[in-house]
């Protein structure tokens, strides 16, 4: 009797810190709407709005893993309980480092609008790498909850459409700076911009090995996407 209080209690703290978990997600989900917003619509407040919720975001990283150490501590869990708490604590880094990259964004819009760099450079074509971005980030976060491997699959592959979306972008940006010499150094600003984006897709992608890794007891970091199928099965 005293074991399956014990258990239902640890069970308990592994839902509470999961809980944690997605909401932090969440915060950096819903500022980075609102960092492609102030992009899009060149909005100062809305791009201060989201720098005020950065201390926040890393806030919420120090209690989730100060959670983790303090439930390693108590319960000493062993095999998939363990790999689990393990897996959290990289997934709430990958989100703190997305969040970063989130408020970059926001700091960069920031210094455009202040700057009164030209408006005719393609801002509205980084959308489709931000709803990307956006997507994979929440698609990570739902695949977490269920822990999803075969959404975690689908969610690195879709890594390589934001990589692709980078690449074009970046060409583009080539062909107005040859053209006009004065708009290379706002062209560099948007390559920030859309290179942040493209991290924030690495940065999900990162979060779906993590989740593989919990269910299937395989680190699939650094590996070829037909070993990961694999694994996955």
Same mark, same amino acid.
């Given at each position: 009797?005293? &074991?399956?209080?014990?258990?239902?209690?640890?069970?308990?703290?592994?839902?509470?810190?999961?809980?944690?978990?997605?909401?932090?997600?969440?915060?950096?989900?819903?500022?980075?709407?609102?960092?492609?917003? +102030?992009?899009?619509?060149?909005?100062?407040?809305?791009?201060?709005?989201?720098?005020?919720?950065?201390?926040?975001?890393?806030?919420?990283?120090?209690?989730?893993?100060?959670?983790?150490?303090?439930?390693?501590?108590?319960?000493?869990?062993?095999?998939?309980?363990?790999?689990?708490?393990? +897996?959290?604590?990289?997934?709430?880094?990958?989100?703190?480092?997305?969040?970063?990259?989130?408020?970059?964004?926001?700091?960069?819009?920031?210094?455009?609008?202040?700057?009164?760099?030209?408006?005719?450079?393609?801002?509205?074509?980084?959308?489709?790498?931000?709803?990307?971005?956006?997507?994979?980030?929440?698609?990570?976060?739902?695949?977490?909850?269920?822990?999803?491997?075969?959404?975690?699959? +689908?969610?690195?592959? !879709? &890594?390589?459409?934001?990589?692709?979306?980078? !690449?074009?972008?970046?060409?583009?940006?080539?062909?107005?700076?040859?053209? &006009?010499?004065?708009?290379?150094?706002?062209?560099?600003?948007?390559?920030?911009? +859309?290179?942040?984006?493209?991290?924030?897709? !690495?940065?999900?992608?990162?979060?779906?090995?993590?989740?593989?890794?919990?269910?299937?007891?395989? !680190?699939?970091?650094?590996?070829?996407? &037909?070993?990961?199928?694999?694994?996955?099965?």
């Amino acid at each position: 009797m005293g &074991d399956k209080h014990i258990s239902s209690q640890f069970d308990a703290e592994l839902n509470s810190i999961s809980t944690h978990v997605l909401e932090m997600g969440g915060l950096v989900e819903s500022q980075l709407h609102q960092a492609v917003y +102030a992009l899009i619509h060149m909005s100062l407040e809305t791009a201060e709005q989201v720098l005020e919720a950065e201390n926040r975001i890393n806030q919420m990283e120090v209690n989730i893993d100060h959670e983790i150490i303090s439930t390693i501590g108590r319960r000493q869990p062993t095999a998939r309980d363990l790999r689990f708490l393990m +897996a959290i604590s990289r997934t709430t880094q990958n989100l703190e480092r997305a969040g970063d990259e989130v408020a970059r964004i926001a700091r960069m819009v920031k210094s455009i609008i202040e700057s009164g760099s030209p408006r005719s450079l393609p801002v509205s074509e980084l959308r489709l790498a931000a709803d990307l971005a956006a997507g994979m980030l929440r698609k990570t976060l739902d695949s977490f909850a269920r822990l999803d491997t075969t959404m975690a699959l +689908a969610i690195m592959k !879709d &890594d390589n459409a934001i990589d692709l979306e980078y !690449d074009g972008f970046l060409r583009k940006l080539i062909t107005y700076m040859m053209e &006009d010499p004065r708009t290379i150094s706002p062209s560099l600003n948007l390559l920030f911009l +859309a290179k942040s984006l493209e991290r924030v897709g !690495d940065h999900a992608k990162n979060i779906a090995e993590q989740i593989i890794f919990v269910v299937k007891g395989e !680190d699939v970091r650094h590996t070829s996407m &037909d070993k990961v199928e694999s694994v996955v099965g």
